[in-house]
């Protein structure tokens, strides 16, 4: 069964840290891309962090410096450290996996996560 189980949401002052965390089952031979986007209330989804199998990663310009992605290929998992958060980072932040390699073939649309809330109080 194809699978992203996130954890690591919830509420934090401006200035505090969260980690959220990411793991895909098993089901997943392989992965091209595992990252990050979030939506926030009226706004339009945007990538936050994306992580290649090879090691590449891209972030958006408002969490530079201040987010990090990681990605352990092995176990199939994403981290998204966030630090020095700030109220504007408030959004639902969903994991996706992306050029994905299964028992039934490779797809290349994105799976999604079921969502992580994160709250960011001034």
């Known amino acids: 069964q194809v699978q992203l189980v996130e954890s690591g949401g919830g509420l934090v002052q401006a200035g505090g840290s969260l980690r959220l965390s990411c793991a895909a089952s098993?089901?997943?031979?392989?992965?091209?891309?595992m990252g990050w986007y979030r939506r926030a209330p009226g706004k339009q989804r945007e990538l936050v962090a994306a992580h290649t199998r090879t090691g590449s990663t891209n972030y958006a310009d408002s969490v530079k410096g201040r987010f990090t992605i990681s990605r352990d290929n092995a176990k199939n998992t994403v981290n998204l450290q966030m630090n020095s958060l700030e109220p504007a980072d408030t959004a639902v932040y969903y994991c996706y996996v992306a050029g994905t390699e299964t028992a039934l073939g490779f797809r290349p649309e994105p799976y999604w996560g079921q969502g992580t809330q994160v709250t960011v109080s001034s």
């Open positions: 098993a089901s997943f031979v392989s992965i091209n891309v």
